[in-house]
Structure formats: structure tokens, C-alpha cells
């Protein structure tokens, strides 16, 4: 599985050598530029490698159109895909399979996903500001990956644009009782506070937080 392919996502997908022709399923939280950029070319690439398993997408309420125009705007035809290619949208609440969705409090529809394998959980919380939601989808994960864009002395854009500070992220983490919790989503302007951000989420969440980075593994 993959969720969501924005920016940077096709070539670190590359470096990471996964196969993808082992990928069935591309799970899209929602729909900024942030989180579907690099889905088309996605796309094309693995159309180039040779695919010929079935891919299956899901996003939420509204993502079929978005799907058709970034399809539109980059001259993609249907046909251009000659593996079987599903798109469809799903409702908050919805299951597939090992994974169960909510929706999120974000500035428009967000899913947020959780996936149980093999006796193992991961969450990941997509863009939300603090949400209860979330922490009940989270309740006990053993991985909780919740985005952080700002710290408290941005909390009015963050409250603006629907975005948790690192102490909501930290309250998450501790009100879902996550085993782990790591924090994603920090933009640029921020990246020199790093420090700041573990150290704020760590103070509400009770324990060690790790940060996101590009090509990271994580044990769960």
C-alpha cells in the first residue's frame, strides 16, 4: 500500500527500490496539491515499467473528479493505462479490508487511515487539527504518524488552515494511546525548529517522538 503521492513521492519511491509492481493499492487522503501531486506521474511511470497487475485507488468523497481533471490537464487518456486500473471514492467510516477510515478535521474532506496486520497497527492521521475522531480510529495503535505544521506561536494559522501544532499532535498521541507516535507534515519555514516540535510533542504525549524523513523506516 501507498498513501497519498505528493511532491517528491515518485522519486523517493525510486530510490527506495521497492518494487512496485508489488503496490495494489494507493490510498489518497485528500485532495491538495501537497498529497496527489506526483499521482499522475505515478501512474505513468509504473504504465512505463510494464505493469500488468491490477491498481486500485481510493480517495475520498469528491476524488473521482479531481482524478479526471488531473487526467485532463496532463493529456491522460484512459487508455493510456493498459493494467486494470480502478478508481473509487469512499465514504468516512468506510472499510477495505485491513483498513478502516474517519474523516478528519481539515479545511476539506480528509480520510484518515488505519491499517491492522499480522497483529500490528498503524495509523496515519493525514491533515487534521486536533481531532477525536482520529484518536479513536488511533485507540492503541502501535504506530501513530500525525502530521505537525505549526508550533504554538503559529497556533492561529494552524487553527486557520485546519492544521495541528506539535502539542495538539502530542495530545494524540497520548489520548489514542499510541505505542509511537511520529510527526510529519513539518513545512520548510519550520525545519530549522525541529527540535522544538519533538520537544512540544513529547511534552504532551509522555515519552519520545520521532520526526519524519524522506527514505525513513520504521519498525512497527
Known amino acids: 500500500m501507498i498513501f497519498d503521492v505528493g511532491p517528491g513521492s515518485l522519486s523517493n519511491l525510486r530510490r527506495s527500490r521497492i518494487e512496485t509492481e508489488l503496490l495494489t493499492t494507493v490510498f489518497i487522503s485528500h485532495c491538495h496539491a501537497d498529497h496527489i501531486s506526483d499521482l499522475i506521474p505515478f501512474l505513468w511511470a509504473i504504465q512505463i515499467d510494464g505493469r500488468r497487475n491490477p491498481l486500485q485507488i481510493y480517495g475520498p ?3 473521482r473528479d479531481v482524478f479526471d481533471k488531473l487526467r485532463e490537464c496532463t493529456n491522460t487518456s484512459n487508455s493510456f493505462f493498459t493494467f486494470p486500473l480502478t478508481v473509487t471514492e469512499l465514504q468516512f467510516g468506510d472499510t477495505i479490508g485491513e483498513v478502516r477510515t474517519c474523516r478528519t478535521d481539515h479545511s476539506i474532506p480528509t480520510l484518515a487511515f488505519r491499517v491492522d496486520v499480522a497483529g500490528r497497527s498503524l495509523c496515519y492521521g493525514a491533515d487534521t ?3 477525536p475522531s482520529v484518536n479513536e480510529l488511533a485507540q492503541d495503535v502501535d504506530l501513530l504518524v500525525h ?3 505549526f ?5 492561529p494559522i494552524a487553527e486557520l ?3 495541528s501544532t506539535a502539542r495538539m499532535a502530542g495530545r494524540s498521541g497520548r489520548d489514542s494511546k499510541a505505542k509511537k507516535l511520529v510527526l510529519f507534515h513539518i513545512p520548510p519555514p519550520n525545519d530549522h525548529r525541529e527540535e522544538e516540535f519533538r520537544t512540544d510533542a513529547a511534552d504532551e504525549y509522555g515519552a519520545n517522538v520521532l520526526i519524519a524523513s524522506d527514505l525513513a523506516t520504521i519498525e512497527v
Open 61 to 63: 468523497i469528491g476524488f
Open 129 to 131: 487539527i486536533y481531532s
Open 147 to 149: 502530521e505537525a505544521t
Open 151 to 155: 508550533l504554538e506561536d503559529q497556533a
Open 161 to 163: 488552515t485546519r492544521h
